[in-house]
């Protein structure tokens, strides 16, 4: 089953993504996401320079060997832009096999491991009372973990909460925005969030909370242990992961779940971290991390060592890499939590799917491969809008970690 052709497709129904065709000599065809967050033409002009040639001719059904041949072949190894090119060819090809073998993709990974996909949303408010109000909105839809977070007293802005009435959407037109930071006030702050979080709905509901890795190590332990009396299902990305090592001072100070990875590539970004078992969670995400294939051995790594998957999933992934988390999700054994945030109406039209949510899980269907296609036509509709990540400051003006 030759590859005869492939093309890159980028959209913009509210927010940029890039997709990729991948066409067969059998008329079957697959979808790959290859969104890479303000860095989107990156991926396109990778995939178009140097992947597409390369894949041409070469059999569909051969996935993992041309997983190795794109890594293994390019000689310059992993990186966002050259992972999340892979990712996407790797994707559309299991899409391939499972619409040949007339199967959802989950069950060419060995099934089943669970009757749906526990997934949390975001919750936000600009004070402790907005955030109170967004979670029992949440609650009120059927979900069963949320994540938190709040404007920070003393500061402008901050990671995670939403403009006005629209959903969070960091991404921004024109040049990055720019945010201010002081994590002393932040420190102070998180626990009460929490605090008054569990007096007004209890024990039983998972609340999850991203720092968005702008702690040291000791000021994420001194963070964690603050949380302890308010038991997180996880705090999320407490410090910048590539000081894996980093991680084993937060462990001797605090019991709270630890998780991180959305922006790493490869297996060796969190080897350390899930060996040593500095983390309890995973975040690694198909579209960053190499496709279904690469993250099935995070996974198998992760799982020897007691550690679960939570997928990055937030709304610059597309459907495409939606659905693929979600067969990935209901197959491993490991699994733990996968995110998800609503995508706009648009954004559904050009990407019709399968999946879907009912009372706190997700759930991808039983179509044969991924379950979601790409209306061409309306895609192209919906031109390309150039928008860029924020930056962050301290008070003082010096460059910190968003």
């Not at 009120?140 to 939403?162: E, F």
Request: with cysteine.
């Amino acid at each position: 089953m030759q590859i005869t052709d492939a093309r890159v497709i980028v959209t913009c129904p509210g927010r940029n993504f890039v997709t990729l065709k991948i066409l067969t000599e059998d008329g079957v065809y697959g979808l790959g996401d290859a969104t890479l967050n303000g860095r989107e033409l990156a991926v396109a002009s990778y995939l178009n320079d140097h992947v597409i040639p390369l894949i041409i001719g070469r059999d569909a059904r051969r996935i993992e060997d041309l997983w190795q041949y794109l890594y293994k072949g390019a000689y310059w190894r992993r990186g966002p832009v050259t992972m999340s090119a892979i990712a996407a060819v790797d994707t559309a090809l299991w899409d391939i096999k499972g619409k040949v073998a007339n199967l959802p993709v989950y069950q060419l990974l060995g099934g089943a491991s669970r009757e749906g996909v526990m997934v949390y949303g975001h919750a936000n408010g600009t004070d402790v009372e907005d955030a109170v109000k967004s979670v029992a909105h949440y609650l009120d839809l059927g979900y069963k973990a949320i994540r938190v977070q709040s404007g920070v007293p003393g500061l402008s802005s901050t990671y995670g909460v939403g403009r006005g009435t629209m959903p969070y959407e960091p991404a921004e037109k024109g040049a990055a925005p720019e945010n201010r930071w002081s994590t002393e006030a932040y420190l102070n702050f998180v626990p009460k969030l929490f605090a008054r979080m569990r007096s007004e709905f209890g024990d039983e509901i998972h609340l999850l909370h991203d720092v968005h890795h702008r702690l040291t190590p000791i000021e994420a332990a001194r963070a964690g242990r603050s949380l302890e009396p308010y038991h997180l299902f996880w705090l999320e990305d407490p410090t910048p992961g590539e000081l894996q090592q980093g991680f084993r001072l937060i462990r001797q100070h605090t019991v709270t779940p630890l998780a991180v990875g959305e922006v790493f590539n490869t297996i060796f970004d969190c080897q350390q971290l899930i060996q040593e078992q500095l983390i309890d969670y995973i975040r690694t995400t198909v579209v960053h991390a190499g496709g279904i294939s690469h993250l099935r051995k995070i996974a198998a790594l992760a799982e020897l060592h007691q550690v679960r998957t939570g997928s990055h999933g937030a709304t610059d992934l597309s459907p495409v890499c939606m659905a693929a988390a979600l067969h990935f999700d209901l197959s491993v054994h490991n699994f733990g939590v996968q995110e998800y945030m609503r995508h706009t109406d648009e954004t559904d039209a050009v990407f019709p799917h399968e999946y879907g949510f009912q009372d706190g899980f997700m759930y991808p269907g039983d179509a044969p491969g991924l379950g979601v296609d790409i209306d061409e036509d309306l895609a192209a509709v919906y031109a390309y809008d150039p928008a860029f990540l924020p930056v962050n400051r301290t008070l003082d003006g010096t460059m910190h970690s968003w």
